[in-house]
């Protein structure tokens, strides 16, 4: 959930915790005066007075190609945050943040609704709350929802008080036996949850998914910040309307700011499947994920949960909270999991925001959209990170294969695939060295994919990997790649990035190079899978345990014009690679039929 007094934008400055949509300041900001908070007039009054909206490095053919065609995405307007998916009666159900009059964010967030029989192809549905009480008066916020054991669902949100305060409401389906779950209603005693005692007023949100203690009492986590101190208090409740805030907290760190979208889930040690949320024992690991709203993206870590305490410890202190590991390192925040029974799989969703400009969104009337949902699960390999995976539902998408086998890509070469228009993809590669090549080569240095000179700049052993959404000319790439530096006692450690300082030859989108370390173990190869879809570029790497997602905005390879090209820019050694790659369909995202 967002603070009503802040605003989101993609960061140019990580460290800073500004929060706006807008990359250019003359045309429209979100930017606030403390807690006033910015309503549709005032974007009206706003875009009308703004000459920059004339002078839009985009045309109409551009922005339209821009909407994606599997991921999922409102008709129209603005969407952030990926609140209480659920599979109730044989529908997948989400909920989104959802602003209904205008393509950028505001004060009048309700909460999208759509559902689903395979996570992929979505109809459409009313909006399922509005903000039409006065504890909820500026905004529906995020939340998550419970199954609880008679079958129904509890659904605890945040709203904005008339007087600016973050209080956590309840509401619940009026008919549980409609699988549409078309009406809500909200708690006639709401609010259920007001801020504790040292907790600021607007300091204080996004309840998680419940859990069953051992003594029968449901469990919830919400994010807080005490003194700039992030913490995620716990509460127990027996009827989801009384709640006992318990002592200490489930966990904190010093001086990282308030945390929002707090997600809390055990993953099993000795199983590939999903987790029921209240599932403990010897066998489980629990995961602490958080949305420092300081940093602006998701991150995660691995650890033991102690029920008596209500406390949960890291297994390893020096990857904790905003020092751990993230779910994504690209665009990707805010995100919620839940456990599909249907599948016993965990599957996560992340908000996937614009990087372009306030002005592009308005004039295309749509801003944001979700990732491929991902299952989730612990990596029984290194026992130290998550392995994130797309669901296997989006493969009946694919149209279409290439297959190509070993291809030898020398230094500074770059190979095209024939594989006809590359804008709608999915594709699975695997790269690795001449054993005799790798013997002989030394590349020790100091490497960071975000501060190094981009995907260009090669050593020894790298980088090496693909140009994805690539024109003719190559004057426009989005290189996905692995760049490998050889310790001088023979170790390896690889780095899996993705550069955008290319991806469009429009000066107004926010380029950056995007990535982090991944473990790539002995005998494995170096693996990726990139799904492409118009302006989105999800990458996975390893089977998932690094994974980056990028927006892209490409002028000239666009309908049709795009291509897709292996490259090597190391300096000294071939790569051969080996590629399996579909076309992809678009999936069905429509109204529900005879759906006022």
Not at 39 to 52: D, R, Y
Not at 333 to 342: C, E, G, L, M
Not at 345 to 353: A, E, S
Not at 356 to 366: E, F, H, M
């Amino acid at each position: 959930m967002a603070d009503p007094s802040a605003t989101y934008t993609p960061l140019s400055d990580e460290k800073s915790p500004a929060r706006s949509h807008n990359n250019d300041e003359n045309v429209v900001s979100n930017e606030t005066d403390g807690h006033e908070l910015l309503t549709s007039e005032k974007i009206e009054q706003l875009i009308s007075s703004s000459p920059k909206l004339q002078e839009l490095p985009w045309n109409d053919a551009m922005l339209s190609w821009q909407r994606t065609a599997f991921h999922f995405q409102p008709e129209k307007n603005w969407m952030n945050d990926p609140n209480g998916p659920l599979f109730y009666n044989r529908w997948y159900h989400f909920f989104y943040q959802y602003n209904p009059n205008a393509a950028v964010w505001a004060t009048d967030i309700a909460w999208g609704h759509a559902v689903s029989k395979d996570l992929i192809n979505w109809f459409h549905l009313p909006l399922a709350m509005v903000p039409d009480q006065w504890y909820d008066q500026n905004g529906v916020w995020s939340g998550s929802a419970t199954i609880i054991q008679d079958g129904k669902i509890i659904m605890l949100y945040t709203g904005i008080t008339d007087k600016t305060v973050q209080v956590q409401n309840l509401a619940y389906p009026e008919d549980c036996d409609d699988p549409l779950l078309l009406k809500w209603l909200k708690y006639s005693g709401n609010p259920v949850i007001v801020p504790p005692l040292g907790v600021g007023s607007t300091d204080f949100r996004d309840p998680s998914t419940a859990w069953l203690t051992s003594e029968g009492k449901w469990r919830i986590t919400i994010g807080a910040q005490v003194d700039k101190n992030g913490r995620a208090l716990v509460y127990d409740t027996e009827d989801f309307i009384s709640y006992d805030l318990q002592e200490g907290m489930l966990h904190g760190v010093d001086g990282t700011g308030m945390w929002e979208c707090v997600d809390f889930y055990p993953v099993s040690k000795t199983s590939d499947k999903g987790l029921d949320t209240s599932a403990n024992g010897p066998e489980v690991k629990h995961v602490l994920k958080i949305s420092p709203f300081d940093y602006q993206h998701d991150y995660y870590a691995i650890g033991s949960y102690d029920e008596k305490k209500a406390a949960w410890y890291p297994d390893n202190q020096d990857i904790d909270a905003v020092m751990g590991l993230r779910y994504d390192y690209g665009k990707f925040y805010a995100s919620k999991v839940f456990y599909d029974q249907n599948k016993e799989r965990r599957v996560l969703w992340g908000w996937i925001g614009e990087t372009d400009s306030q002005a592009a969104d308005i004039k295309k009337g749509w801003a944001s959209l979700q990732s491929i949902p991902r299952t989730v699960l612990l990596d029984s390999k290194t026992g130290t990170n998550l392995l994130q995976w797309p669901v296997e539902e989006v493969e009946s998408l694919r149209l279409k294969s290439y297959d190509f086998e070993k291809i030898e890509v020398k230094p500074g070469s770059v190979v095209p695939l024939d594989i006809g228009a590359a804008e709608q993809l999915d594709i699975i590669a695997e790269f690795e060295f001449d054993k005799r090549e790798l013997e002989n080569t030394a590349a020790n240095e100091e490497f960071s994919c975000e501060t190094s000179k981009g995907a260009a700049h090669g050593n020894a052993l790298g980088p090496f990997g693909l140009l994805v959404l690539a024109d003719e000319s190559l004057a426009e790439q989005t290189p996905v790649y692995f760049y490998v530096i050889k310790g001088q006692n023979g170790t390896l450690k690889t780095f899996f990035c993705t550069d955008q300082q290319r991806s469009s030859l429009a000066n107004d989108d926010n380029k950056q190079i995007y990535g982090n370390s991944v473990p790539v173990l002995e005998g494995e190869k170096f693996s990726l899978r990139i799904l492409v879809d118009h302006s989105i570029i999800e990458s996975f790497a390893q089977g998932g345990r690094t994974c980056i997602t990028s927006r892209v905005y490409p002028t000239r390879a666009i309908n049709g014009a795009a291509k897709l090209l292996l490259f090597n820019n190391a300096t000294e050694a071939s790569v051969r690679a080996s590629l399996k790659i579909w076309q992809m369909d678009s999936a069905s995202i429509l109204p529900y039929p005879n759906m006022q």
